[in-house]
């Protein structure tokens, strides 16, 4: 099992991305923590895993909000005095015809930058502590190359996370943790998508992609894995795209 005795937090893991990632750090061995503010699910979700033999809980968590984190680090010390890995999961996409709209912009750059930026400030304190961990922050392809379609907030707070992936791997290397970025392409609607989830404007996206097809949560979760667990252990700062080979272009 590759993260057999792993303690993992995973933000936005009640759906999506997110819980094919728990279901598969549970099969891999971890005890997983879900982290989200959609509880019913959420619960759910911990209970089909742990009926399925795995391990896991749940904490509501909104990940713009400090004191959210706190309490949550507070609780990881305390039950079990370290966190292995993190992923940096949550986010919500941008989906609108108009371009400039600046609530949107404000939007995501709260959830899906200052959020990845909450979740490395206070678990790597935890990390440090016990010298060793692996953060994954998922960005997208949005933060490696400009889009016709796509909100600039949007793309701006995905080039963020990229960059800021960048910056604490450099930062926190000689500690012992290392820090990737993961990028998925075109994958199944968001809950927060509108426009995207449009069957002739998903025609317009896959056009773009060489493979002509949608990615499958599961591909993203066996990325995120391998990034987190020992197999990738000479990987740090690095982006890692699944998107069919979109950006190969």
Not at 182 to 190: A, D, F, Q, S, Y
């Given at each position: 099992m590759r993260l057999k005795d792993k303690i993992s937090l995973i933000t936005g893991a009640s759906n999506g991305m997110g819980a094919a990632e728990a279901r598969l750090f549970s099969n891999e061995g971890s005890h997983v923590i879900l982290a989200d503010i959609q509880d019913d699910l959420g619960e759910r979700l911990v209970e089909e895993i742990t009926k399925s033999g795995g391990s896991a809980e749940y904490f509501n968590l909104d990940v713009t909000e400090e004191s959210n984190w706190e309490e949550l680090m507070l609780y990881l010390k305390s039950k079990f005095g370290k966190l292995d890995v993190l992923v940096n999961n949550a986010g919500i996409s941008a989906s609108s015809p108009d371009l400039l709209d600046i609530e949107i912009f404000d939007n995501v750059i709260k959830v899906n930058t200052r959020g990845v930026f909450l979740g490395m400030k206070y678990c790597l304190g935890?990390?440090?502590?016990?010298?060793?961990?692996?953060?994954?922050?998922?960005?997208?392809?949005?933060?490696?190359?400009g889009q016709s379609y796509v909100h600039m907030g949007y793309s701006g707070s995905k080039?963020?996370?990229r960059l800021m992936t960048k910056s604490a791997a450099i930062q926190y290397a000689e500690k012992g943790i290392r820090v990737n970025s993961?990028?998925?392409?075109?994958?199944?609607?968001?809950t927060t998508s509108e426009m995207t989830a449009d069957p002739e404007f998903r025609k317009i996206m896959l056009e773009d992609v060489p493979m002509r097809r949608v990615g499958l949560v599961d591909e993203v979760a066996k990325a995120v894995l391998f990034m987190a667990s020992d197999e990738s252990s000479y990987i740090t700062g690095a982006e890692l795209p699944v998107d069919g080979g979109l950006t190969a272009r």
């Open positions: 935890l990390m440090l502590e016990n010298g060793a961990g692996s953060i994954v922050n998922i960005s997208s392809i949005s933060g490696l190359v080039g963020a996370v993961v990028h998925p392409g075109v994958m199944p609607p968001m």
